[in-house]
């Protein structure tokens, strides 16, 4: 008896042993992912760290924040803003000064047009005038024998209508004149020209030049495009989602691709009604102040302002961004990071917890954010500043310890 005893304990030994073994490597296991959690999102600091971090507590806050809708475009111009130029007759460029950039005067001249073809108008035009007069002669002769019923009424009716003919010819000839840019006082004098000025319609910056001294031009090549920068715009592209929040009248900041640094405003002027194929918009806002440093086809990145609401909202520095995320931190209660294995501090020291939310809106240095839903938000404490301090001193705690 004593025997089977005696071989029991040594069976029951190490079947003991190697239980307590297993419950010891179970439990800290178990321990180490519960103090990783804590240690992805807590950073205690010391009174000195926290002196030093600059940091400011605060609470949440209730502002009137403007929702607003993101869009792209660029600075266009009217289409009355932007000429092209070209000569109606065609013909030999013989003289030019313009070069691109240059700044031009309504009526200034642009080019000189030699073209031979002119000269046959001009001939014709006066030709025909003769021709009119002498018509007009013979008509008053034939109204007259008619009246005496000397004359037939055929006769007279040739007449009336040699009048009418040569009429409609002159006047024909005097638009490709006018079309043509020949001076009509300086042709019924008498005189005769081989060539025309073709001036500027309109004041502006010269954009375009496409010709040179010699070459000839078609009356469909345009030689010139000249552009008034005095009445830009901006054409945005809305998607359609989001175009019946859209409204006339909206206040739209945008900045430009050359100046990024620069904010600048103008208000919804159009809103188009056609979806085009990408699935968006236009809308065409008008400036509120022309300025000098924009140029067209600028890219423009615009917010419009779609209206005011009272939104839960922080200051711009409380909110830090991490791997695509927005957090915030708050300060831990007293006690609450006892036994934690988060980065350790001095017994005088406070503990922050990073906490996720959702940016929205943001106006005049304020941004709206959004909580998760046990977040105890009239109760707490936030940094307002130092949020990033502590953030750089989180992850480096988390690669020491990953180390």
């Given at each position: ?8 304990f ?9 239980k307590k ?7 800290p296991a178990?321990l180490e992912g519960v ?5 992805g999102?807590?950073v205690?600091?010391t ?7 600059a940091?400011?507590?605060?609470q ?13 475009g ?9 000429v092209s130029?070209?000569a109606?007759?065609?013909?030999f460029?013989?003289?030019?000064e313009?070069?691109?950039?240059m ?6 001249v ?9 000269i046959?108008?001009q001939?014709?035009?006066l ?7 002498y ?14 019923n ?6 007279l ?5 040699e ?30 020209v ?8 309109i004041?502006?910056?010269v ?6 001294i010699?070459?000839y ?12 920068t005095?009445h830009?715009?901006?054409e945005?592209?809305i998607?359609?989602?989001d175009?019946?929040?859209i ?9 430009v ?5 620069k904010?600048?405003?103008?208000k919804?002027?159009l809103?188009?009604?056609k ?13 509120e102040?022309d300025?000098?440093?924009l140029?067209p ?21 409380a909110?830090v ?6 957090y915030i931190?708050i300060q831990?209660?007293?006690g609450?990071?006892a ?8 017994s005088?020291?406070?503990?922050f917890e990073?906490?996720p939310?959702?940016?929205g809106?943001?106006?005049n ?5 959004k909580?998760?839903q ?13 949020a990033y ?7 480096n705690s988390?690669?020491?310890a990953?180390?």
């Amino acid at each position: 008896m004593r025997n089977i005893i005696v071989v029991l304990f040594f069976l029951a030994g190490p079947w003991a042993c190697g239980k307590k073994q297993e419950e010891k490597q179970q439990e800290p296991a178990h321990l180490e992912g519960v103090h990783h959690e804590e240690e992805g999102n807590v950073v205690e600091l010391t009174k000195t760290q926290y002196e030093t971090a600059a940091v400011e507590l605060g609470q949440i806050s209730t502002r009137n924040l403007s929702d607003v809708v993101t869009a792209n475009g660029v600075i266009d111009i009217p289409p009355q803003n932007l000429v092209s130029i070209s000569a109606p007759l065609g013909g030999f460029v013989r003289k030019t000064e313009l070069l691109q950039g240059m700044q031009v005067k309504k009526g200034q001249v642009l080019a000189t047009i030699e073209n031979p073809d002119f000269i046959q108008i001009q001939q014709d035009f006066l030709e025909t005038e003769i021709k009119l007069e002498y018509a007009q002669q013979e008509y008053s002769r034939q109204l007259e024998l008619s009246r005496e019923n000397i004359s037939a009424q055929k006769v007279l009716q040739l007449a009336t209508s040699e009048v009418k003919t040569q009429k409609a010819r002159l006047a024909g000839l005097r638009e490709r004149l006018i079309t043509a840019g020949i001076n009509l006082n300086t042709l019924e004098k008498g005189t005769i020209v081989n060539n025309v000025v073709i001036r500027s319609p309109i004041s502006g910056s010269v954009t375009t030049v496409n010709v040179n001294i010699g070459k000839y031009v078609n009356p469909t090549d345009v030689m010139f495009e000249i552009v008034d920068t005095d009445h830009l715009h901006v054409e945005l592209s809305i998607f359609e989602q989001d175009i019946r929040k859209i409204k006339l009248g909206q206040l739209v900041r945008f900045t430009v691709s050359n100046n990024p640094g620069k904010e600048f405003l103008a208000k919804v002027y159009l809103i188009n009604q056609k979806i085009n194929e990408d699935r968006t918009v236009r809308v065409h806002c008008h400036l509120e102040k022309d300025d000098r440093g924009l140029l067209p086809q600028n890219f423009v990145k615009a917010v419009i302002e779609i209206g005011a609401n009272p939104v839960t909202a922080l200051p711009g520095p409380a909110i830090v961004d991490f791997d695509g995320a927005s957090y915030i931190f708050i300060q831990r209660p007293e006690g609450a990071h006892a036994g934690s294995t988060s980065v350790r501090a001095e017994s005088e020291g406070m503990a922050f917890e990073m906490i996720p939310v959702i940016r929205g809106a943001s106006e005049n240095g304020y941004t709206q954010v959004k909580f998760p839903q046990e977040f105890d938000g009239p109760n707490a404490k936030i940094v307002l500043k130092g949020a990033y301090a502590m953030l750089s001193k989180l992850k480096n705690s988390e690669e020491k310890a990953g180390h």
